[in-house]
C-alpha cells in the first residue's frame, strides 16, 4: 500500500515519487508518536536553535 505523496515545489498530491514539474514529493504523514523518543532531544534543541535565530 502506498501513501499519497506531497510535491514540494507546486504543492500537488500523487501517488509516484517525482511530480510532474520534475521536483521530487514528499509524505505528509507525521512521525509516529513515541513516549521512548530517542531523538525528541535533537529535535526539541534543534527547534529552539531555529527560533532563536528567527529573532
Known sequence: ???ILKCE???SYG???V???GSRRV????AK???E???GRY???YKKNVEDNNL
Open 37 to 39: 523518543d530517542k531523538y
Open 19 to 21: 511530480c510532474s514539474c
Open 1 to 3: 500500500m502506498t501513501s
Open 9 to 11: 515545489s507546486c504543492n
Open 27 to 30: 509524505t505528509v504523514k507525521p
Open 33 to 35: 508518536f513515541s513516549p
Open 43 to 45: 529535535r526539541r534543541e
Open 15 to 17: 501517488l509516484s515519487d
